[in-house]
Structure formats: structure tokens, C-alpha cells
């Protein structure tokens, strides 16, 4: 179960996979927050991420180990990344939107601001399926994917139906303009940007909802553009990677244009042209990373939610995001 050789010097010296919380159902959207603390504790910082099924958000305290459950009756959140000018935007499926959260002044529950919950349509404003993860470049735009896992995986949302023709990549600018920037996949989900922000990565888990399992289970580069009336949008979408074990989940990329990405049953380390460079094996199935403080070795911790549990190893490299 040991690294393999080719990302070691991406790893701290004799760095192993660490595993530091179990006892969730699907964990996933994992977020470093350096300005936050667990419920009605001192901010020292902590991993937040989602136990989808389990309908709660976890916490865990690099600066104690110290772990437990923020909330609970999340309408079943998903991804999330640190808002602009504080706070953390998330994807809940159960409410078919993406929100804002951000701590209470007074330490009463956290404050919640829809971003988004439609689209709309020739025939008017149609739900969301059930967005499910998400990023903020430096513009402050949020882009996210709305694949239909909410609406039929048992225990991740509610039973519902499609309301809009697809299931899109789309962009909302802080003007409140929303736009269907990618509606060519089958079920988009993971997104992250390059450390530029001039190159968008999504991967798509069509796979998942195939019970033949004929569905996409790879990784699409775009470049974004900036278009006469000043709004980002996509061009390109070649298949960067394809997931041989499982999917690509989610993913973080580092400083250097790296992708560590969820699969199966490891952390896959890609090339900004999408060339495997290496396997961190993990135990059970992983679903997304994300960089967290700083260490002793230059680089940032990889937190990884697999499954029941969250785990930790120490890595050399940095996070380009959030940004
Ligand atoms: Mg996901």
C-alpha cells in the first residue's frame, strides 16, 4: 500500500497515509478553512467535509486531532470551497442549490445565503438538479456542476425529477449572471481551475448512474476565455485523463499544474497533460482531496475523504486553490 516511487519526491520524506476520522457514510467535499473552528471552539482552523448520507458536515482540528460533527440536517451537502471575503460556498443536494455559509456573529447557527437554485429556460425558471461541487476563481465567479445524483442515489438527497434539459457545468458571475458554460456531459461533478485560472479541469462520472457501466469515467481540460462583453467562458474540453479504477470524484490541483484526484481506490497524481505520474494507494474508495496547513516539509497536507473515514498524508507541494 505504499506510495509509488514515482510521487515520492512529491510526498515529505517517509510521509504514509494516515487515517485520522471513520464512522461516516459517504464522505466527501472536503475544504481547509485556516480562520474557523468546530462548533463553539477557537478558530485554529479545520477541515471541513460532508458525510453525504449521514446528512451532517464533519470538522477535524489539525492543531489538536480533535474531530467531530459541525452540523447536521444539511440537506445533504456536498463540495464546498472558501467563499470570497469569508465563509465557505457549498453545493447542497437536497435543496437543488448552491449556497454560502458563514459563521453567526453571536455563535448561533451559521448564516446561510442562496447563491443559485435555477436556470432559466424557454419555459421559465427550472430547478437545478443537485449541484455538487464547486470553485471561485480570483474574479470571485463560482463554477459549478450539476449532475442527478441527488435526485436518485439513495440517501443523498430527495427523489426528483430533471427539470432543465441536461445536466450543465455552469458559471455564476458576482453580478448575479448565471450561465451554462459545458452541456455535453453526461454527469459532470469534480472541477478544478489551474493555478492561472486560465484552465478549467471537470471530470465527468457518467459511469456511476450506467448500471451497464458504459458511462464517461474521465477528466476534460478547458481552457477559459474571456468573450467581448468581459465573461469567462469555455472552449476546448478534450478528454484529459480516463480513469482506469473507478472515477474521478474530486480533485484539487497543486502550484505546480499537478491534479490529485479521487479514484477507486487511490489518490492519482496527474500531469498537467493529463499523464498519470503516480498512485497514492488508499483503503477504501476516494471520493475528493483537499490541500490543508501548511507543514515542516514546505508543502501542504493532502487530506483525502474515502468512504467511512478522512485521512492525511504530508506532501511537498502546495495548493492552488482555493484561490
Ligand atoms: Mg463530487
Redesign the pocket.
Known amino acids: 500500500m505504499a506510495p509509488d516511487d514515482a510521487v515520492l519526491p512529491l510526498l515529505a520524506p517517509g510521509a504514509e497515509l494516515e487515517h485520522l476520522v471513520g464512522g461516516c457514510t459517504w464522505s466527501?467535499?472536503p475544504v481547509w478553512l485556516p480562520d474557523e473552528g468546530p462548533a463553539g471552539g477557537p478558530a485554529r482552523g479545520v477541515v471541513r467535509w460532508s458525510d453525504i448520507p449521514g446528512d451532517r458536515v464533519m470538522s477535524y482540528e489539525p492543531a489538536t486531532g480533535a474531530s467531530g460533527v459541525h452540523r447536521t440536517g444539511v440537506e445533504h451537502l456536498?463540495?464546498r470551497t472558501r467563499a470570497p471575503g469569508g465563509g465557505v460556498v457549498q453545493?447542497s443536494h437536497g435543496r437543488r442549490r448552491v449556497e454560502v455559509e458563514r459563521p453567526s456573529p453571536d455563535g448561533g447557527e451559521p448564516l446561510l445565503e442562496v447563491l443559485v437554485d435555477s436556470v432559466d429556460t424557454p419555459e421559465g425558471p427550472r430547478r437545478l438538479n443537485s449541484p455538487?461541487?464547486v470553485v471561485v476563481d480570483a474574479a470571485g465567479s463560482v463554477w459549478f456542476?450539476d449532475?442527478t445524483?441527488g435526485l436518485f442515489q439513495p440517501g443523498e438527497g430527495h427523489p426528483g425529477e430533471r427539470e432543465y434539459d441536461g445536466c450543465h457545468v455552469f458559471r455564476l458571475d458576482p453580478d448575479g449572471v448565471l450561465e451554462a458554460v459545458a452541456t455535453d456531459f453526461e454527469q459532470p461533478?469534480?472541477l478544478a481551475l489551474s493555478p492561472d485560472g486560465d484552465v478549467l479541469y471537470v471530470?465527468d462520472?457518467g459511469r456511476i448512474s450506467d448500471r451497464a457501466g458504459d458511462g464517461n469515467h474521465h477528466v476534460r481540460r478547458f481552457a477559459v476565455v474571456t468573450g467581448d462583453d468581459g465573461r469567462r467562458r469555455l472552449t476546448g474540453g478534450e478528454v484529459l485523463h480516463v480513469c482506469e479504477r473507478g472515477v474521478v470524484?474530486?480533485f484539487r490541483v497543486d502550484d505546480a499544474g499537478r491534479l490529485w484526484c479521487?479514484s477507486e481506490d487511490a489518490v492519482l497524481v496527474l500531469s498537467p497533460e493529463g499523464e498519470l505520474l503516480g498512485r497514492v494507494p488508499v483503503p477504501e474508495v476516494v471520493?475528493?482531496v483537499c490541500f490543508g496547513p501548511e507543514n515542516a516539509h514546505g508543502g501542504q497536507d493532502l487530506y483525502v475523504a474515502a468512504s467511512t473515514s478522512l485521512y492525511r498524508i504530508a506532501t511537498r507541494v502546495r495548493g492552488a486553490e482555493p484561490r
Open positions: 466527501e467535499g456536498n463540495g453545493c455538487n461541487d456542476t449532475p445524483y461533478n469534480g471530470s462520472t470524484d474530486g479521487s471520493a475528493n
